[in-house]
């Protein structure tokens, strides 16, 4: 199966040689303020090198459209890994939104005109998705397609269970399983961590600004639950965990 065969790539290599590189929007992307994205904290529990390239305000679509996946593709090796999270920036239309996708969940498409005069045939997100992990593999790396997390306030009414995601946790799934790459649901790692917290703890105590971003505290927790998810999956990257990341409790539901 062409993914294991990656895998064993990834693995026969030097820890040395391995690199991770990271793909996605604000809520993963360094920041210099009191908030923080989880790709910072991230490369404390990882013993290879974390290169984060995710962008504030991006979406699956703006991040193909402006060259920055293209970018990352550039310093991808044979046997690199590259996290690709999305789903926070993708909502809307793209008759309104230069972020948004098409609706739906294959081939369809939209042509718009952007503010520039630009014309632009919108697809689906789980086409952008796809298109992202048929380039890394065409590159030898191997593609780790994760799925939003959830913001501050995405609780039930009783304020005990981070409720229903959105439909861009499924859309990343379906990417995922269309291309036979691995997946890790974030968004149900997050929320098992959030909701052995309780309300009182996350929100909005670790979202200093809106329900969206994390502090440094927050982004810490996100960032740990990405771990743990890794491990409760048996993804390979749990074997390249420092001692910090093998210290993370492994709680799996």
Known sequence: MRFNTL?????????SAVKILM??????????????????PFAQY?????TNLARG??????????????ALLSQVSAGDYVIIEFGHNDGGSPSTSDRAPTAGTGNETTTVTLSDGTV?????????????VKAVLAKGGIPVLASQTPNGDAWNTEKTKISTPPRFVGYAE????????????HWNWVAVAYEDLGYDNVYPKLFPNDHT???????????????????????PLANSLTAAGKAIPKVCS
Request: aromatic share 8%; glycine share 10%.
């Open 7 to 15: 895998l064993t790539v990834a693995l026969a290599s030097t820890a």
């Open 23 to 40: 793909a996605g929007d604000s809520t993963m992307a360094q920041s210099s303020t009191n908030i923080q994205g989880w790709g910072t």
């Open 46 to 50: 990882m013993n290879l090198s974390v």
């Open 57 to 70: 305000g991006r979406s699956a679509r703006s991040y193909t459209r402006e060259g920055l996946f293209i």
């Open 120 to 132: 632009e045939v919108v697809q689906t997100f789980v086409t952008y998705e796809r298109n992202m």
């Open 174 to 185: 379906l990417a995922a399983e269309d291309e036979g790459v691995a997946y890790v649901d």
């Open 213 to 235: 971003h994390t502090s440094p505290e927050g982004a810490d927790i996100v960032a740990r639950a990405f771990v743990n998810g890794l491990r409760c999956v048996g993804h």
